[in-house]
């Protein structure tokens, strides 16, 4: 394993190098995430498919710069992908995203499909749906206690919002509120899925609360060449509690 930086028109970037090969799988973290967050999985993937894997750092995360102030959509990080590769002279690669990761891999897929082979998407956000009852609770909640701060202790907020409410991302990256916000914004993409002609995996926890299982459908329904797996037991970091699955999964994937 190597961790090297390289500058993406002009933003640090941190990135993870496992293994050597001339095939290159680029993983692809969820919000919150980093380089980490693979950790568990890609040891067993690189034993498995005999291939160089590298893991950035999404920009605002983990030990990449953030993001200007203004905040970016997914389209810049899209572009910000386009120099990783460039700049790494890679022309072609296989990739796996989670979550965001997901998102901008779509962004990618809809500009550049010439850069992908094969593509694994695991509880992939950007399927938009109506707000639960229990998450508009929490917004509400969440904006209410950005007011009340100076009465609640920091770590009072927090304990109420993460234990009660399951607001699990608030206090965290302030700093990416901005960006949060316009990827949230962005319009759906299942009517953009059917443009995207690259083969894909696409892996899913029936138990997932934060991607839902039914956006598993939308996305198995609108991508013509995808292939859908549903695990039963599975939440939404299903590569940390099925990583054998997946590795047996994936490495059936690209050698069909």
């Known amino acids: 394993m190597q961790s090297e930086f390289i500058e993406i028109n002009g933003l640090k970037t941190h990135f993870v190098t496992y293994g050597e090969g001339n095939e290159v799988m680029i993983f692809l973290h969820g919000w919150g995430g980093n380089a980490k967050s693979f950790e568990k999985i890609i040891p067993l993937m690189q034993e498995k498919l005999q291939m160089k894997i590298i893991v950035p750092d999404l920009p605002g995360?983990?030990?990449s710069e953030n993001p200007d102030e203004d905040g970016w959509t997914t389209h810049q990080y899209e572009k910000w992908l386009e120099g990783f590769l460039e700049a790494l002279q890679i022309k072609q690669a296989y990739?796996?995203?989670?979550?965001f990761g997901c998102r901008v891999l779509v962004r990618m897929l809809l500009k550049r499909p010439e850069l992908a082979k094969k593509v694994i998407l695991t509880g992939a956000a950007g399927i938009k749906w109506p707000p639960t009852p229990?998450?508009?609770l929490s917004r509400t909640l969440s904006k209410k206690c950005e007011r009340i701060k100076k009465i609640i202790p920091f770590k009072a907020q927090k304990w109420i919002l993460h234990k009660i409410f399951k607001v699990h991302d608030w206090?965290?990256?302030e700093h990416m509120e901005t960006t949060r916000r316009k990827v949230v914004e962005e319009a759906d993409f299942r009517e953009e899925l059917v443009k995207i002609q690259t083969p894909i995996l696409l892996i899913w926890g029936a138990n997932d609360t934060y991607t839902p299982l039914k956006s598993g459908y939308i996305f198995s329904e609108k991508?013509?060449?995808?292939r859908l797996e549903v695990f039963a037991d599975g939440r939404h970091g299903i590569h940390y509690s099925h990583t054998n699955?997946?590795?047996g999964l994936v490495g059936e994937f690209l050698e069909s």
Do not use: A, D
């Open 245 to 247: 699955k997946i590795v």
């Open 61 to 63: 995360f983990g030990e």
């Open 134 to 136: 229990r998450q508009k």
């Open 171 to 173: 206090g965290k990256f």
């Open 223 to 226: 991508l013509p060449h995808s």
């Open 95 to 99: 990739f796996y995203g989670h979550s």
